[in-house]
């Protein structure tokens, strides 16, 4: 099964919102609503931002929020921090019961 | 609070085998999904396995089914990967993980271990 589609990349300047994608399939992303995002900085382990589409563990700043449409999911980072500039990577449940990661995206803060 | 710790990780020759286990804390371990997802160095996160809570659920990637073996012990709180037939393609940081149902959703994460595969 191959990865998650995600850009390599993604900017904004602070205080800005940033929008990361995140496709797959029928058989995971648009099949169900097991989706994650991991926010991941140098050196560090992920750490769990979004889940299950759209919610937010506790801690976790509302200013991150997650969508789905279809085969494809989202992440969105209002109002950009400094310390937001981190790996990104998205998660799916899938038909065969497994986990799929995206490839991963790297936030930039300007 | 939470804490998994890693250990048991190393270099190995390619086709020989290690364990890892993993030492978790701070929650009642036998009420938690428990992963295994690794890292290779400079690349994405990757999925290895899961565990149901009380240890009769399993499923394994593809690219490490039939050479991998996840198991727990509820008494022990402990995780653990057997790894057998390991591969240069293996060499990658393993992270310990509490997850919710069905591997999903994983919200506490150990510091990880390298596992070095190399001659």
């Known amino acids: 099964q191959s990865a998650l589609t995600q850009p390599p990349s993604a900017s904004g300047s602070p205080g800005q919102a940033v929008t990361i994608s995140c496709t797959g399939t029928?058989?995971?992303?648009?099949?169900?609503?097991?989706v994650s995002w991991y926010q991941q900085h140098p050196g560090k382990a992920p750490k769990l931002m979004i889940f299950?589409?759209?919610k937010r563990p506790s801690g976790v700043p509302d200013r991150f929020s997650g969508s789905k449409s279809g085969n494809t999911a989202s992440l969105t980072v209002s109002g950009l921090q400094a310390e937001d500039e981190a790996d990104y990577y998205c998660s799916s449940y899938t038909d065969n019961n497994n986990l799929l990661f995206g490839g991963g995206t790297k936030l930039t803060v300007l | 609070q939470v804490q998994l710790v890693e250990s048991g990780g190393g270099l190995v020759k390619p086709g020989g085998s290690l364990r890892l286990s993993c030492a978790a804390s701070g929650f009642t371990f036998s009420d938690y999904y428990m992963s295994w997802i690794r890292q290779a160095p400079g690349k994405g996160l990757e999925w290895v396995s899961y565990?149901?809570?009380?240890?009769?659920?399993?499923y394994y990637a593809d690219s490490v089914k039939g050479r991998f073996t996840i198991s727990r012990d509820n008494a022990k709180n402990s995780l653990y990967l057997q790894m057998s037939s390991l591969r240069v393609d293996d060499t990658a940081v393993y992270y310990c993980?509490?997850?919710?149902?069905?591997?999903?959703?994983?919200?506490?994460w150990g510091q990880g271990i390298l596992v070095t595969v190399s001659s």
């Open positions: 993980a509490r997850s919710r149902w069905g591997g999903t959703g994983t919200d506490y």
């Open positions: 565990i149901s809570s009380s240890g009769t659920t399993i």
């Open positions: 299950e589409v759209s």
């Open positions: 029928s058989s995971d992303v648009g099949g169900y609503n097991y």
